[in-house]
Structures are given as C-alpha cells and as structure tokens.
C-alpha cells in the first residue's frame, strides 16, 4: 500500500482517494444524462450539490478522525 502524501494514516488516505474515485466515477455519467435531458437541469443540481456536501463531511471525518475535534473547534 503506496502513501498518497497527503499526511494522514493510509486508511484515512484510502478513505479519501475512494470518495474522490466513486465521485469522478458518476459525474461524467450526470453530466451526460442532464445533456441528453433524461435529468431535468434541477435534479442535476441536487445531485451535483449532495456529492460536494458527502466530498466536504468524508474529508471532515477524516481529519476529526486523525487530529481530534481540537483540530476544527480549538479550546
């Protein structure tokens, strides 16, 4: 198992590059359906606004996970 050099543990990396993998896995496959309108331009938007917040609380996760709640909301 290779360390991707972001600093954290290898399973907090992994955790990372998977939900980065999985989101650039179906954003092609939104974008296309939303061009060949079998998704109304709103639910594009809902979906593309669901995986930015699931991006935002993985990457929040991984840091709480790693430095402790100090590292968001210090004493």
Same mark, same amino acid.
């Given at each position: 198992?290779?360390?991707?050099?972001?600093? #954290?543990?290898?399973? !907090? /990396? &992994?955790?990372?590059v998977v939900t980065l993998g999985i989101?650039?896995?179906? @954003?092609?496959? #939104?974008?296309?359906? !939303? /061009? &060949?309108?079998?998704?109304?331009?709103?639910?594009?938007?809902?979906?593309? @606004?669901?995986?930015?917040?699931?991006?935002?609380?993985?990457?929040?996760?991984?840091?709480?996970?790693?430095?402790?709640?100090?590292?968001?909301?210090?004493?």
């Amino acid at each position: 198992m290779r360390s991707y050099g972001l600093g #954290l543990s290898r399973s !907090s /990396e &992994k955790i990372i590059v998977v939900t980065l993998g999985i989101i650039s896995i179906i @954003a092609p496959f #939104l974008v296309y359906l !939303s /061009e &060949k309108d079998h998704i109304s331009p709103m639910i594009f938007a809902l979906l593309a @606004a669901v995986t930015v917040t699931v991006l935002v609380l993985v990457i929040v996760y991984v840091v709480v996970r790693e430095e402790g709640w100090q590292s968001i909301f210090p004493p």
